[in-house]
């Protein structure tokens, strides 16, 4: 993906990525920036949902340098949204359709940090099976992590943020990451 002709700016250029905020690349995907010259037949029939799933991706093609990251620290999750989640149906089944759609491709399918995406990656994903690792991670913390991003804990950018997961989803995805290292929940 090196977009070298033409009019599509790389991907990978620094000054494209982070010139604009997700707010700014959500509404370009949608094709909401006037005088934008990408296209927006394709943004104006996807959902909300689909939006940021390709602007996650979009993000997660970034190989540069992560200290150049300026995403904004995403606000806290409230205390409340994190009590008030409940676990229904079947939590393990559940995170693991969120796992597969949304963490593969860095964390890998059995989640040893070796998605297709992470070579691209410095500091690696880390590899969610290590039971000594993961059980020093408790489940609030965890919240935090998967739904502000690394940037919000001490941790790298590159780890991103899921605004769109409601508490559900995130307690689903976080008890299925549970069991890939067989570590018990805080
Ligand atoms: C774009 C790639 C990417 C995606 C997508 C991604 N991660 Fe990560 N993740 C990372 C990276 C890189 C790190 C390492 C961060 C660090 O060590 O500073 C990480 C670290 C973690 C950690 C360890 C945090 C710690 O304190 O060491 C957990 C747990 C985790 N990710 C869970 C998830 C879950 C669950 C999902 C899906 C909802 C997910 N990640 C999606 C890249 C990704």
């Given at each position: 993906?090196?977009?070298?002709?033409?009019?599509?700016?790389?991907?990978?250029?620094?000054?494209?990525?982070?010139?604009?905020?997700?707010?700014t690349l959500f509404k370009l995907i949608r094709?909401?920036?006037?005088?934008?010259?990408?296209p927006n037949v394709i943004g104006k029939n996807m959902t909300d949902d689909e939006i940021w799933k390709v602007?996650?991706?979009?993000?997660?093609?970034?190989a540069g340098d992560a200290a150049k990251i300026n995403w904004a620290v995403p606000p806290p999750v409230p205390p409340e949204?994190?009590?008030?989640?409940?676990?229904?149906?079947?939590?393990?089944a559940a995170g693991k359709q969120i796992f597969l759609q949304i963490c593969?491709?860095?964390h890998g399918p059995e989640g040893h940090g070796d998605g297709p995406a992470s070579?691209?990656?410095?500091?690696?994903?880390?590899?969610?099976?290590?039971?000594?690792?993961?059980?020093?991670?408790?489940?609030?913390?965890?919240?935090?992590?998967?739904?502000r991003g690394g940037i919000a804990v001490g941790k790298s950018p590159l780890m991103p943020?899921?605004?769109?997961?409601?508490a559900e989803d995130l307690n689903n995805v976080i008890a299925f990451v549970r069991t890939l290292s067989g570590s018990q929940a805080h």
């Open positions: 993906m090196g977009g070298g002709g033409g009019m599509g700016k790389p991907l990978i250029d620094d000054e494209w990525r982070f010139g604009s905020d997700d707010p094709g909401e920036i006037p005088q934008q010259t990408m602007l996650l991706y979009v993000r997660s093609v970034y949204m994190f009590a008030a989640a409940q676990h229904t149906g079947d939590p393990v593969v491709p860095c070579v691209a990656l410095d500091p690696k994903p880390r590899n969610l099976t290590d039971p000594g690792y993961m059980a020093g991670l408790d489940d609030r913390y965890l919240f935090e992590l998967v739904s943020a899921q605004p769109t997961l409601a």
